[in-house]
């Protein structure tokens, strides 16, 4: 049995998720579909990317994931299926898959040429429906990629928001996401901080506010008591006990953060 993950900014209120899944399963009614997520903000490629990058691992070997955050949709972006060294990927060719590309797991890809695995018409509101679903439940069954479309080397990629150094002991990143709580997740990895000791002591601040150090855990701090921690992700993640720090701090995506580790013994 397959499993293929959908990835969408539908939302719960209309009935696309649900004819996606419609369609699959009137090609391969021995799939098994995963709801990865649907709440997307509207049109938000990069908070596409980021989502899915951070949970590809976690699936079986060869789960087929389709994404459809698609704001070009009916215009001139490409439909695109790629093979990663763990699963598939099926997606608009409009950046969503930067993550992936910059993490070297996407291997091959070739672009959905290939109509006679669409469903006719094809409407130009509706890929997800009409190309992206019924690839995904054919691919499922098995075989390889290439029968779906013709070979490519140019896929758009968009410039992610990096974090940088300066010095040895400061580090400067920004928020990637704010999840349904309101924790801040930033793309301050793990191991930046690592590297600054922070045994030794490290300062957190973002917009103006300094935060508390690590964590232990979210119940650790006071019921709305601002601080940080090492999130599953592996990202430094600034939240509110109890509470949403992206509310307290009036912070979106985007918002920048510091962090400065304890000056080092020479």
Known sequence: MRIITLLTDFGSADPFVGIMKGVILGI????????????????DILEAGFLLHCSYRYFPKNTIHVVVVDPGVGGGR???LAKGAHGYYIAPDNGVL???????EIRRVVELTADTYFLRPVSQTFHGRDMFAPVAAHLSRGGGIERFGRRTKTCT???LPASRKKGESIIEGSVLHVDRFGNLITNIHAREISALRPEK???ISIK??????????????QTGEMGAILGSAGYLEIFSNHSSAARA???????AVRVEGGKRQR
């Open 28 to 43: 391969n009614p021995r799939v098994h579909i995963v709801d990865l997520c649907h709440g997307v903000s509207p049109q």
């Open 78 to 80: 490409r439909p695109l």
């Open 98 to 104: 930067s993550y992936l590309f910059a993490s070297g």
């Open 157 to 159: 990629s968009l410039a």
């Open 201 to 203: 002591g490290i300062k």
């Open 208 to 221: 103006g506010r300094r935060i508390h150090a690590l964590a232990e855990s979210y119940d650790s701090l």
């Open 249 to 255: 701090l009036k912070a979106e995506r985007g918002a």
